[in-house]
């Protein structure tokens, strides 16, 4: 069951509230979601993000936004293991800080859409790096806590 969510934009979590390390549980799709996909998408976009994670609104729950698509319950499925490196911002770190972090440079992802439906696709380059990010957020990581070697 995901959190009640009246229609404001939320504010994000910033660093080190606590409540982003909490990780994050599967959802059930419902009402109550949708409206909680929606608030994300607006908060996003007032904060001029490409991505964002649930959780970054204080909501422990497995969705995230990486550019247009919406993903629900994810699961990711490495079969490269090439790496490349990204360099990230996070809108929960202060100063618009920047950081560089190792990612795989294609990985697939088997998740529901925000229309219900279970979908699997492959993704590269700078949107599979922002999915990462985001799928990181869920376990309650942040770039911060990469190593950047
Ligand atoms: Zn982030």
Redesign the pocket.
């Known amino acids: 069951m995901c959190l009640e969510i009246n229609g404001r934009p939320k504010k994000i979590l910033k660093y080190p509230n606590s409540r982003l390390r909490v990780p994050s549980e599967k959802c059930e799709f419902s009402e109550n979601l949708i409206k909680l996909i929606a608030n994300m998408k607006e908060t996003m976009m007032k904060n001029g993000g490409v991505?964002l994670a649930a959780i970054?609104i204080g909501v422990p729950r497995q969705v995230f936004i990486a550019y247009d698509n919406i993903f629900i319950n994810p699961e990711l499925i490495i079969e490269d293991e090439t790496q490349i490196y990204s360099v990230e911002g996070?809108?929960?770190l202060p100063n618009n800080l920047q950081r560089k972090v190792k990612r795989f440079q294609k990985i697939s992802v088997r998740y529901t859409t925000e229309r219900g439906e279970q979908e699997l696709k492959e993704f590269d380059g700078q949107e599979a790096c922002v999915i990462q990010?985001e799928f990181d957020?869920l376990k309650g990581v942040?770039?911060i806590d990469k190593d950047n070697q």
């Open positions: 991505g970054q996070c809108l929960s990010h957020h942040l770039i």
